[in-house]
């Protein structure tokens, strides 16, 4: 993401406070790498050492937006080739980073075409090194908060009923960090702190050679 607030980066239909004027916004969404050991990175922090207030500049795959509302659906594949990680890093005071559809203070039922079929809006997530999902670690003061990294629908107080399978593998490690400061969380699974509705979906998580850690 950049340095200002609000400068957040955004693979997928909506943004920041997006209305949609047909009920929501729909469509696969495929991203992938074929070359070896070419990594697949979103993250909260400014690529520019110098920046200092990156607040609200979170990064997303996924439809939706910060604060958007509408039905959001359509299949999420994230794959790299061999070697290469997956990382989903939040940063500064509310720049989270989330690869599913919704994201923090949205409204709408994320995954659901109305058929109720979990395929419809199914993540899947394969690694050909590890995955990582880490809070944001920059200090424990109020200023940077939120800053949390979730692999689902939804996110931090967002409501509706969210929907899809999940099914994530890696050769190396899976890991999901907390960060240091107020509701740095990190989450595999569709709602997030404080969201309100029904979320449903197989979960599944494999790793070949790795493993699993969840990390408070």
Known sequence: SGGGDQAYTHLGHGGWDADSSTGGHNGNISVGTTAANADIVFSGFSNNPADTDNDNSYSQLGHGGR?????????????????GDINFTGGDANAFAQLGHGVRDSSGNMGDDGSGNAAVSKITVNSGGAIAFAGGT??????????YAQLG?????????????????????IDFTAGDSYRTF???????????????GDIEVDTTTGAINFTG
Not at 67 to 83: E, L, Q
Not at 138 to 147: I, L
Not at 186 to 200: E, F, I, K, N, Y
């Open 153 to 173: 629908h939804g996110g931090y107080q967002s409501s509706g009923n969210h929907l899809g399978d999940i099914d994530v593998d890696a050769i190396g490690n």
């Open 67 to 83: 604060a958007s509302n509408g039905n959001h659906f359509g299949t999420i594949d994230v794959t790299t080739a061999t070697g």
């Open 186 to 200: 990190t989450q595999l699974g569709h709602g997030g702190q404080r969201a309100r509705g029904d979320h449903s």
């Open 138 to 147: 920059t200090g424990s003061n109020w200023g940077q908060h939120e800053a």
